[in-house]
């Protein structure tokens, strides 16, 4: 197997760091540090510490399995249900001390980082997009009622979803998980 390069395992310590103690809680020398890197190497790759940040994000989306949506041959609401669990899984796994990294920049970068304000819009446009697409096709298998509009489903889904990461962060506790999917396929996508 191929050693990660040096960038990748920069970009790897960066996913860490960032996730466990947000943009502001951790330097440059303590990403590189973690990633076993002098930290002048960090700025051969990197121009800042934001562009960094990005490239955290992108290979964030990329472990949050959203193309699972979309895998497998199970009817598509039980393909979306499946997605929120492996999200509720993973952050349980983390002992609920980091939240959705989606909103950790949110909260702290996006009034003053533009790049990343349009970054994190485009990850929840793209992720709702994506859910909606699974709607529709519960729609046209008769699982879900024609009267829903599944974007505005999708947002909403999404949205409430953030908001319970933030509740489980807080109660360190998977409750606000279970009642998000109750009320979401047994209410209101029922």
Not at 6 to 33: M, P, W, Y
Not at 175 to 187: G, M, N
């Amino acid at each position: 197997m191929a050693r990660a390069s040096l960038r990748e395992k920069i970009v790897d310590a960066a996913v860490e760091c960032f996730h466990a103690q947000g943009f502001n809680g951790c330097s440059v020398q303590d990403i590189t540090e973690a990633a076993g890197a002098p930290k002048g190497s960090f700025y051969n790759h990197f121009k800042t510490k934001e562009l960094l940040a990005l490239e955290a994000l992108t290979r964030y989306r990329k472990e949050s399995r959203t193309a699972m949506l979309f895998e497998g041959d199970k009817p598509p609401l039980q393909r979306l249900r499946a997605h929120f669990e492996f999200l509720a899984e993973r952050l349980e796994g983390w002992k609920f001390e980091r939240g959705c990294m989606v909103s950790n920049f949110g909260a702290e970068m996006a009034d003053a980082y533009p790049d990343m304000r349009r970054a994190l819009a485009e990850t929840l446009l793209v992720w709702s997009a994506n859910i909606a697409s699974v709607l529709r096709q519960a729609q046209a298998a008769g699982d879900l009622s024609k009267d829903k509009d599944p974007e505005l489903f999708a947002r909403f889904l999404v949205d409430a979803w953030e908001g319970a990461v933030n509740r489980a962060r807080m109660v360190k506790s998977r409750a606000p998980f279970d009642e998000f999917l109750i009320v979401a396929f047994k209410a209101l996508l029922a």
